[in-house]
């Protein structure tokens, strides 16, 4: 099983700031099969990125996604209001699908 | 737009089976495209994969669940099932059902929140 450890767990930032998340494997995901999900509370979660570095469609160019092997990051370069929620990774390279712990991305 | 939507009881004693139904509209769970999973998320805490279900009925699921986990799919309703057996206060959760594909997961229903308690 793939363990995928985030980094850091809360992010405090103002708006119009940069804001870098990481996302950690136990193991090389194939095919960078790594996704990127955003969720605010009460609500399902939206895929942000997948492949690792495509966005899904509807997510805005301040999104961005890279790595490869077992280190991918997710970056959002002037942090908008609507961007503050909890963000999740997951790997579906190989069974189970497993997801991150979460950062938590707040207001500062 | 496809659109899943969760439905089931929102409450089940310890000990008994949890059952959950998914129902797929705007396009057809019999299309070898996608995988059809089921994601858990107790309050307060992350997201938890149980399992998915492929179109031929192919699966695969959490090992930490896999003893307890049934997914089946009914392609003349267009829905997908979840039934966990021998549930304690631990499965204690919301459960979403989604598509999964080569864009990763997709679509999500809105969740529904299952409570064990007796």
């Known amino acids: 099983e793939i363990v995928l450890t985030q980094s850091p767990g809360t992010l405090s930032l103002s708006p119009g700031e940069r804001a870098t998340l990481s996302c950690r494997a136990s193991q090389s995901v194939t095919s960078n099969y790594l996704a990127w999900y955003q969720q605010k509370p009460g609500q399902a979660p939206r895929l942000v990125i997948y492949?690792?570095?495509i966005r899904a469609t509807g997510i805005p160019d301040r999104f961005s996604g890279s790595g490869s092997g077992t280190d991918f990051t997710l970056t959002i370069s002037r942090l908008e209001p609507d961007d503050f929620a909890v963000y999740y990774c997951q790997q579906y390279a190989s069974s189970p699908n497993t997801f991150g712990q979460g950062t938590k991305l707040e207001i500062k | 737009q496809l659109q899943l939507q969760e439905s089931g009881p929102g409450l089940v004693k310890p000990s008994e089976t949890l059952s959950l139904t998914c129902t797929v509209s705007?396009?057809?769970?019999?299309?070898?495209?996608?995988?059809w999973a089921w994601i858990r998320q107790p309050p307060g805490k992350g997201l938890e994969w149980i399992g998915k279900i492929y179109y031929n009925g192919g699966t695969f699921f959490n090992p930490s669940l896999k003893s307890r986990v049934t997914i089946s799919l009914d392609a003349s309703k267009n829905h997908l099932s979840l039934n966990l057996r021998s549930v304690t206060a631990a499965d204690t959760a919301v459960y979403y059902c989604a598509r999964q594909g080569s864009l990763a997961t997709d679509y999500w229903g809105q969740g529904t929140l299952v409570t064990v308690s007796s």
């Open positions: 492949d690792a570095s």
């Open positions: 705007g396009g057809s769970i019999s299309s070898g495209d996608y995988y």
